[in-house]
């Protein structure tokens, strides 16, 4: 039996990190949303006990690195299954981007493999199972706009942000999460107002959505790769209404509310950069 299982792109509307934890990680507060552009995974029966992953990316790891690999390999063991799976990854969310591709492909096939294997869990089960795999998959797990808490697996439920376009532009670098978080200084970074973004989502008001929206790691990234600051500000110039850094990036997302906008810049944009995607926001949760 084969089983297609969509895993799209998160953004951070906005991100705060409150401290650093004991355990190395840090407190954040992040309000965070799918969008529109997604990796397309196909889980099939196999007669072994292997997991075997197949993608046609070069810059996705095709063993026990694969998150997608881990999450199959960790509810194997938890329940005993004794089935192996083929993973098959169509690669569309750039990696190392800011956009938790890997994490939504490791979300994907924990709700796949629970649907293939019979397990029965219910998603709240499985977003608890997704956390030991990362800190972004119990967010991918639920889908749709949240807040974040503790290192990012602690979610709650927002209603969806008011409907718009999201341009993204990908520079060819890739970035490590970690090395951005090591070297966040939290002394001297302007913190989003967490709780003003939410309350825009729930008034609906895409002016106050863009107002608040912010990233205290665009303090690393941008000081470490200027090339991410020279798209945010031609984006800007093109006219998106708010833009800003997704994740520890180096993606850049804009919104934009008029097609006729979109356009230009998507147009401009891609004289600088080679990846570049308008898509929108999913906003509401996978149905469970
Ligand atoms: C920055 C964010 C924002 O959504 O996303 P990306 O830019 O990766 O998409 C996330 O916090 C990334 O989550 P994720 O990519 O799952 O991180 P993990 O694999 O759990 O951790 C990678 C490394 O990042 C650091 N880390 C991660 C999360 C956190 N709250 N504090 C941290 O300090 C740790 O050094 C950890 O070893
Ligand atoms: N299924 C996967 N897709 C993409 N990258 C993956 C996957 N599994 C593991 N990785 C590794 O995870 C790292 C982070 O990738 P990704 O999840 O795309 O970025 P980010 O954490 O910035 O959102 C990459 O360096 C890649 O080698």
Redesign the pocket.
């Given at each position: 039996m084969k089983l297609l299982v969509k895993a799209p792109a998160?953004i951070?509307l906005s991100?705060d990190v409150l401290k650093?934890r004991e355990d190395?990680?840090?407190?954040?507060e992040?309000v965070?949303t799918t969008i529109d552009l997604s990796d397309r995974i196909e889980l099939s029966e196999r007669t072994d006990s292997e997991i075997f992953i197949i993608s046609q990316s070069r810059f996705v790891p095709d063993d026990q690195r694969n998150l997608a690999y881990q999450a199959a390999k960790l509810l194997k063991e938890k329940f005993q299954i004794k089935q192996g799976v083929s993973i098959a990854i169509d690669k569309m969310i750039p990696v190392a981007?800011?956009?938790?591709g890997?994490?939504s492909d490791a979300a994907a096939t924990l709700r796949g493999l629970n649907q293939l294997w019979n397990l029965g869990l219910s998603i709240d089960q499985l977003a608890e199972i997704g956390a030991e795999i990362?800190?972004?998959?119990s967010f991918c797990v639920y889908g749709g706009t949240a807040l974040?808490k503790?290192?990012?697996e602690k979610i709650l439920e927002l209603p969806a942000p008011p409907n718009c376009w999201v341009i993204l532009a990908k520079p060819s670098i890739g970035?490590s999460?970690?090395d951005?978080?090591?070297n966040l200084d939290l002394s001297s970074v302007k913190h989003p107002n967490t709780a003003a973004m939410i309350h825009a989502i729930q008034q609906k008001n895409y002016e106050g959505v863009c107002r608040e929206t912010g990233n205290v790691?665009e303090s690393v990234t941008l000081k470490l790769h200027p090339e991410v600051y020279q798209i945010k500000e031609q984006m800007e110039r093109f006219g998106a209404d708010t833009v800003l850094m997704?994740?520890?990036?180096p993606t850049v997302f804009g919104l934009v509310q008029y097609d006729s906008r979109l356009q230009r810049i998507y147009n401009g944009l891609r004289g600088f950069c080679d990846q570049v995607f308008a898509v929108r926001l999913l906003g509401e949760r996978f149905p469970s």
């Open positions: 998160k951070n991100l650093k190395g990680y840090h407190e954040v992040m965070m981007a800011g956009l938790a890997g994490s990362g800190s972004d998959v974040a503790g290192r990012g970035v999460t970690a951005v978080y090591n790691l997704s994740g520890s990036g």
